[in-house]
């Protein structure tokens, strides 16, 4: 009922917002077509999708083609979001071009995927073609094909492809560009990329309660991709609380208190644990003291 009630407040919000109506030459999912998709989607477990996609087929259309990314349960149900956070979310897992695994595996692989939501993009991030498996912004989609009919087409993927921050009313979505290579940020796209995939560790770091580090992470990807393009692996230490914004940190000290939190090198907790009293672990703070290892539990 939650849902269903969130879904009509959306809906709601749509009609009432000039701003977000669908433009005249776009054409509506069919009520047919919706309610089919709709079954099949609950059939498979994305109940919430489901819901939404069934009382509110205008948030996932812009014309006449439409590839839907169904979030799973787990993710959507319980994100506590705004309606109008979650209709950009839902936007940006919405393509305006009807793809089936097929046709995204047939992609090279960094190629990107326009969405409904402020032209932005899905970068295809790997590609197994043995498996016939697509990750889309590091996020592996878990159920291909899982309706392809007329016009549209719907694949399931584990979790949501950028992270939201209802605190700071914004969706953090990496930038892709075809022609470069694909990063998080919004400064720019660099051409060359980090070894160690950034993006995935900021979606495991939101996955699992660390929000707030996350979201800081994410804003300064941009320096530490630049200065650390060859670093292979590293150790995060996640503080449990950060407070996040421009009226907290200024970029500068946010990125040197991410950086003091990131070790250029992979160590397990057995690892840590077995190192000499007083070690002193080098960060990714430039120039700067190291981060020290008293002899207290990791």
Not at 64 to 77: E, G, L, Q, R
Not at 132 to 139: A, D, E, S
Request: glycine share 4%; charged share 20%.
């Amino acid at each position: 009922m939650a849902v269903i009630l969130a879904a009509i407040v959306i809906s709601m919000t749509l009609r009432s917002d000039p701003t977000t109506q669908t433009p005249k030459s776009a054409t509506p999912i069919s009520h047919v077509i919706s309610l089919s998709a709709s079954r099949t989607l609950r059939a498979s477990g994305f109940t919430v999708m489901a819901a939404l996609l069934q009382i509110s087929p205008e948030l996932f259309r812009s014309s006449p083609n439409s590839t839907i990314f169904a979030i799973a349960n787990s993710h959507i149900s319980n994100a506590s979001l705004p309606p109008h956070l979650l209709r950009d979310l839902l936007k940006y897992h919405t393509s305006p071009v009807r793809v089936s695994i097929e046709d995204l595996m047939e992609k090279p692989q960094g190629s990107c995927l326009l969405t409904l939501y402020q032209k932005k993009s899905l970068a295809i991030t790997r590609i197994d073609r043995k498996n016939r498996m697509v990750q889309i912004n590091w996020v592996w989609v878990s159920h291909p094909n899982l309706f392809v009919e007329g016009s549209v087409s719907i694949h399931g993927v584990l979790g949501p492809f950028a992270v939201v921050d209802p605190n700071y009313d914004v969706i953090h979505a990496p930038m892709c560009d075809s022609n470069l290579s694909v990063v998080s940020g919004s400064g720019g796209l660099k051409k060359k990329k980090s070894n160690v995939e950034c993006g995935r560790i900021v979606r495991l770091l939101s996955s699992k309660g660390f929000v707030p580090f996350a979201i800081g992470l994410h804003s300064v990807l941009d320096g530490i991709l630049e200065d650390e393009r060859n670093v292979s692996s590293v150790t995060i230490f996640v503080p449990p609380r950060l407070e996040l914004g421009a009226h907290h940190h200024p970029r500068a000290l946010l990125e040197k208190i991410v950086r003091f939190h990131i070790v250029p090198q992979r160590l397990t907790h057995r690892e840590l644990s077995a190192l000499p009293a007083r070690t002193l672990l080098r960060t990714m703070v430039h120039d700067d003291q190291p981060l020290s290892e008293p002899r207290e539990r990791v």
